[in-house]
Each structure stands twice: as C-alpha cells, then as structure tokens.
C-alpha cells in the first residue's frame, strides 16, 4: 500500500506553559540578579515510528497531555520535530484547534477564500465554492459578517465545512465533530463517510470511543508521548480502557 505519512524516530521538545507565560521582564531581572536558568522543556513525542497508508481512516486516542495534538501538528508541519523525520505524500487539510487559521477580522467569506488559497486554491475556485461552504456549514446569512461575530459552533461548522469542501488527500480532525447539535454531527459523519469512499486518508481525535469505533478501521494509542498500541479500532480501544 501506498504510504500517506510515515514517522522514523521522532522526537520532540517544548517548553512547558510555565516557561512560556514567563514574561521578558522577568527574565532580564533574573539575569542581572543571577538567577536565571534555561527555559525547561517536555519530552512530547519520544522516537516515534509510525505508518499510515493511503485511505485509511485513523482514530487517535489517549489522555489529555499524551501527545495526540501536537503530533497532528507535526504532520500538519506547524511543529517541527527534535529529531527524526516526517514524510507526508497529498495535500492537507487541517482542523485542529476550533477557529485556528481565521483571521477574526475579516469577514466570513473573506476567510473561506483565505483559507482556500493557503492550500493551494485559487482565489477565483474558492469564490466558486463559497457558496455551498456556506450552506453546508449553515451560514449563508453571515457571509459578510467578520468572523469574531460567529459563535464557537459557528466557527466549528465553517472550519469543518472548509476543510471538507477543498477535497484533500489527508483529512485531520481534533475534536471537531464534538462540537455542534446532533444533526449537524450526523451531517459531518455523512462527509466523512463520502471521503473514506473517495479513498481520502483520515485522522481523527477524539475522547468520545464509540466515534472512533464506528467511524475508523484502525487506531493509534498515545501515552506520554510514545505509542502504546497500534492496530483494529475496536481491539485498541479496549486495550486502552482496560489500562485506565
């Protein structure tokens, strides 16, 4: 089989949110008062080797902290690894973090386009397409209005739908389908179902189980940042609630 992504040995460090929240006068008054120190860091992902083949569907599962976002950050390319390598082969198209990549000031079409054209689309294609973003994500009365007017389920749906409409190779979703009323849910399963025909490879977080056992054939178990187990969706879930 094709490989989508493949991961040999990464690694990853970050500075902890302490050291981030830690602001520039701090550091210059304890530099002079000798009591500087480098910034600490987490060990977030820990050698990973790791394959997913074009068209599969795979859910990613694990505590809060274990490393599940940031390594669809890596395979997004927002993160760089420490150390190793990252192959990805086909165009993304993420939706990681709820409203991430819209620029709140303009206006909802405004971003669609946007959006469009950093994965490759013409700005002419994405005018074409926004009409039916809009409908799927039932927005058709905001176009205009600037982004930091949506709600955050308003926000959801347009990312969603997005993200879904440029018909990407590889499809990546953190929690995305746990926002919003349970029609508009079963309306994003419905999509996701029509890529997983299309032959499009999928990623998919969530701490809801039976989403991932209904909706991917295989799934990745995340501890500490290393993988705990990998293989059939329902055998790895089970593993994994039996552990915590």
Known sequence: MTEAIRFDKVSLWRRTQEEFSYDLKKTVLAFFEGKYREPAKKLVLDSLDLTINQGEKVGIIGSNGAGKSTLLKVICGILQPTTGTVRVRGKIAPLIELGAGFDDE??????????????????????????????FAELEEYGLIPVKGLSSGMKSRLGFAIATDVEPDILILDEVLSVGDERFKKKCEAKMDQFWQAGTTILLVSHTMELIAESCDKAIWLDQGTVKFVGAAKDCIDIYLQHI
Do not use: Q
């Open 106 to 135: 303009l206006s909802v079409l405004d971003n669609i386009v946007m959006y469009g054209v950093m994965l490759g689309f013409s700005r002419r294609e994405m005018i074409s397409r926004a009409k039916l973003i809009l409908e």
